[in-house]
């Protein structure tokens, strides 16, 4: 079937507007037209539909589509593995890459971060080390994006050593790559590396982010350096960044193992996210440990009431 020049850059554009928006109702509707016109026939789209659909989170769609896609492309490959990364389905993300290896399709500069993130996850540390060499073998390891995953991967597996070996040999670096560093030195309780690097990235000019700060209060938490965590939360607000859920539980966690639960009510009665699993678990253990169960059932009812104020 002849298909009119232009079409396809068309409905192209309008699945790029789909996925920017997350818009499943407006993809769907979209994907109707494409069927009647017969546009949905052709790989380019395909490929644009299993892109679509897997940043909707629709991977019942997305596979199917995949499957009848005839020429499945460097790029098809990468959306759903992407897409599987990004909700934390690594060993569907991860089965995939193998797939695409068997397949003999290329690898581009943006196949294999969601892969490390996968490998991170599950944890595999062998297989993250195999990626990394085809990191090296496909010329990846100037790209930053590829080194920060890198960084990410093998401080998640327990190898800060070859963590710190990536990071001092990136030509570049960016606020993520001081994160991905800094979580991991936080995750093992290296608290002086943590802070080391943080007025590094300083001094050479990065502005510090939220996930920035969330490595810094765990290394305080960690640490049990109170006061310390706060004077990175005043430095926080300093760059004109609010505390959000995650620097809420560090600093919850922080005062609770401290027994300052004055001080950790008050954090979380000035929080604008209401409290997860997490953050109740470091209330509730620091409330058993100081026998101040009290404590916890007062934020609770005021948590509660304010839910029902906002509904």
């Known amino acids: ?29 979209l994907h109707g037209r494409m069927i009647i016109s ?116 093998y401080s998640k597996c327990g190898d800060l050593g070859s963590a710190q070996k990536v990071f001092d040999q990136m030509p570049e670096r960016n606020v993520v790559s001081c994160s991905a560093m800094m979580s991991g030195y936080a995750l093992y309780g290296r608290c002086k590396e943590v802070f080391e690097l943080f007025d590094r990235m300083i001094l050479d000019g990065l502005q510090p982010d939220g996930p920035i700060f969330t490595a810094v209060l765990a290394a305080c938490s960690h640490g049990g350096l109170v006061e310390k965590g706060k004077e990175y939360l005043q430095i926080m607000k300093d760059f004109g960044l609010r505390p959000g859920l995650e620097h809420c539980t560090c600093m919850v966690d922080m005062l609770g193992r401290a027994g300052r639960l004055e001080e950790a009510e008050a954090i979380v009665e000035g929080m604008d996210a209401a409290p997860d699993e997490v953050l109740w678990s470091a209330l509730l253990a620091a409330c058993k440990t100081y026998g101040k169960v009290e404590v916890a059932e007062r934020l609770a009812d005021k948590i509660y009431a304010r839910r029902l104020v906002l509904t």
């Open 38 to 153: 017969g546009i949905s026939r052709h790989d380019f789209i395909r490929a644009k539909l299993v892109s679509s659909y897997s940043v909707c989170a629709q991977f019942h769609e997305a596979s199917i589509i995949f499957s009848i896609t005839n020429r499945q492309s460097t790029f098809l490959y990468n959306s759903l593995i992407r897409a599987f990364s990004s909700v934390n389905r690594f060993s569907d993300s991860l089965l995939l890459f193998r797939d695409m290896l068997r397949a003999g399709k290329a690898l581009d500069r943006h196949t294999l971060p969601p892969v490390l993130k996968s490998c991170a996850g599950v944890p595999d540390f062998h297989l993250g080390r195999n990626v990394h060499v085809l990191v090296f073998v496909n010329g990846f390891d100037s790209d930053i994006a590829n080194s920060n995953s890198l960084v990410t991967m």
């Open 1 to 29: 079937m002849h298909t009119p020049q232009g079409i396809i850059p068309f409905f192209s554009t309008l699945l790029d507007s789909c996925s920017s928006t997350r818009n499943l109702h407006k993809l769907k509707k």
